[in-house]
């Protein structure tokens, strides 16, 4: 079932449930909103990864601009482009030294940011962990998202439906990349995509042409487009030479999907069905003209906007709302979370998907 596996697969290993959900209560690591609030002008951090794709920058110009008219002071941040955590753990240090009450943290490493979130919880901030859950760490408070591993689901379903429009019936042959390892998300959407696809793989209605199945050997380090390329041209140069088909193409996220088709087109092979995440122009462009199949709208505007209505409400002194007690383990807790829906969008339905979205809407006419 999804929730079991998303109890297992959020942080990438088997980790026992935390045996009590948080939800609305206090947790034994002390999730709450602080008792009484906090001033309507106070200091918000906000640290973010480098900026790998679209939507990180858009999220950081979003949370600038609603912060502010929110009447908070903000203080937003971007890693470095290096593939260290150093600057994110020096930037959320400076953040709870400025006294920040809530610091919003999109990971740069899930792994590497516990002993900076427990010092933030200790100064009396509330910790909320923004689209990639922070691991192995008691002192995350929140966790919002889209829930990404409906996303992988979404991926993995966009992947054989596409294949099934060109070739009725299987075997399919198709490869699988993954995100980048030190991204806490990576395995969430690979196992979602994997919850779909392997039981066709044990079936042998889906093939994976290079055997190469599990989340490190398809791992893509730094979301690199350059990375997913150069794999994509091994597996063409050991795997696909001749004749060989390859009908599909698992990427996790757009800018990825573009490199592996760059890949394929320099090969001088068919463009397979190709996946991807995060509604990126150039992607929608490729959608539209018939070359990448699909990706997830994961309207950046929407989860920048819960986040700070999030913010609002601890300002206030009452418990945000969150509708997932019971998935996201993080090795130590079960982190309460407020998801939302993704929607996946192919060249059928980008017109209705973007319909609102003044950046995207006029590509799909």
Excluded at 169 to 188: A, H, K, Q, R, Y
Excluded at 333 to 361: F, G, Q, R, W
Aim: glycine share 10%; aromatic share 6%.
């Amino acid at each position: 079932m999804r929730t079991s596996l998303h109890k297992v697969l959020a942080v990438g290993f088997v980790a026992a449930l935390v045996a009590s959900g948080c939800g609305s209560e206090r947790s034994e690591s002390g999730t709450t909103a602080p008792e009484k609030g906090f001033a309507a002008d106070a200091l918000i951090g906000v640290a973010l990864p480098s900026k790998t794709s679209e939507n990180w920058v858009l999220a950081g110009d979003l949370f600038t601009n609603g912060l502010k008219e929110a009447g908070f002071q903000s203080d937003v941040q971007y890693a470095g482009a290096s593939t260290t955590v150093a600057d994110q753990q020096a930037q959320i240090t400076a953040m709870i030294t400025k006294g920040a009450k809530v610091i919003v943290i999109g990971a740069t490493d899930a792994a590497q940011l516990s002993t900076q979130v427990g010092q933030a919880k200790q100064s009396g901030a509330v910790v909320v962990a923004y689209d990639r859950l922070i691991t192995n760490t008691p002192d995350v408070d929140y966790y919002i998202a889209f829930d990404n591993f409906k996303v992988g689901q979404l991926q993995g379903q966009a992947l054989l439906d596409g294949m099934k429009s060109r070739k009725a019936t299987g075997p399919w042959t198709i490869e699988l990349f993954s995100g980048s390892p030190d991204d806490n998300n990576s395995g969430v959407f690979f196992n979602g995509a994997m919850d779909v696809l392997k039981p066709l793989i044990d079936r042998g209605e889906v093939v994976v042409g290079s055997g190469q199945t599990d989340v490190k050997q398809t791992a893509t380090q730094g979301w690199k487009a350059e990375n997913a390329q150069s794999r994509m041209d091994s597996l063409l140069n050991s795997t696909y030479a001749g004749d060989k088909t390859l009908d599909g193409v698992l990427s996790p996220n757009d800018t990825l999907a573009r490199a592996i088709i760059t890949s394929i087109k320099g090969a001088g092979k068919p463009i397979p069905i190709v996946t991807g995440q995060d509604s990126e122009v150039e992607s929608v462009k490729s959608i539209m003209a018939g070359e990448q199949y699909s990706t997830i709208n994961k309207d950046t505007r929407k989860l920048v906007t819960e986040t700070v209505n999030m913010v609002k409400t601890l300002q206030a002194g009452n418990q945000p709302t969150v509708n997932d007690t019971k998935s996201y383990d993080n090795g130590v807790k079960v982190v309460p979370a407020y998801l939302l829906p993704p929607i996946i969008v192919t060249k059928a339905n980008a017109t209705e998907a973007y319909a609102d979205d003044p950046k995207l809407s006029p590509l799909t006419k």
